[in-house]
């Protein structure tokens, strides 16, 4: 079965630091882009990291740029995501989503929740 | 940046035809995908590449991209298609997606 599972949410104070986990199985994950999406509650979906499947390739949206890093370890079918400095407006069900043709996101994990408060 | 409009809500009733709008500069130049998200759930991938449909998704669901405006066409819409509707366009050149702000549909 293709998966993806993220991990490494939680509540975290303005200024932290958290890291975000996706481990993927069913599908040769070396070979695919991956990406990060968030859904801020009650609010609709935003694109936030890309990876290219040689990890030669990465982009950010501009409300993460300098703050986030994506990477991605082949050997082990796993994305990360480094998210530091953190804002309330981070607040949000954070997914990681395979890439698929036409710049699509076919599979998409269950997402993990990463809340950002004093 | 790029935006994408789509209308908020959409009204239809049961086994008529729905049309979902996705407004954006010079869009039909662009690759266009859909989604369906459910209450709690993560999104569906129902359209890519503008009109085609991943395995699984019923021939129902249309899509077209031309111009400014991409479309999502659901025909014979059941109960079950209540849910918000997503459109997402990717520019290759850049390497940036954006995801539209999504519309409500109703099933009355």
């Known amino acids: 079965e293709v998966q993806l599972v993220e991990s490494g949410g939680g509540l975290v104070r303005p200024g932290g630091s958290l890291r975000l986990s996706c481990a993927a199985s069913?599908?040769?994950?070396?070979?695919?882009?991956m990406n990060w999406v968030r859904q801020a509650p009650g609010k609709g979906l935003e694109w936030v990291s890309y990876?290219?499947?040689?990890?030669?390739?990465?982009h950010y949206a501009d409300s993460v740029k300098g703050r986030f890093t994506v990477s991605r370890d082949n050997a082990n079918n796993s994305l990360s995501l480094q998210l530091n400095s953190l804002r309330a407006e981070d607040t949000a069900l954070y997914y990681c989503a395979r890439g698929d043709t036409g710049g699509s996101f076919k599979i998409w994990g269950q997402g993990t929740l990463v809340t950002v408060s004093s | 940046s790029y935006e994408l409009t789509q209308p908020p809500s959409v009204s239809v009733s049961p086994g008529q035809t729905a049309s979902i709008t996705c407004s954006g500069e010079?869009?039909?130049?662009?690759?266009t995908s859909w989604y369906r998200q459910k209450p709690g759930q993560s999104p569906v991938l129902l359209i890519y590449q503008d009109t085609k449909r991943p395995s699984g998704i019923p021939e129902r669901f249309f899509g077209s991209n031309s111009g400014n405006t991409a479309t999502l066409t659901i025909s014979g819409t059941q109960a079950m298609d209540e849910a918000d509707y997503y459109c997402?366009?990717?520019?290759?050149?850049?390497?940036?997606?954006?995801f539209g702000p999504g519309t409500r549909v109703t099933v009355l």
């Open positions: 997402q366009a990717w520019d290759s050149s850049t390497i940036y997606y954006v």
């Open positions: 069913g599908f040769n994950f070396k070979t695919y882009i």
């Open positions: 990876i290219s499947s040689t990890s030669s390739s990465i």
């Open positions: 010079k869009l039909g130049e662009k690759y």
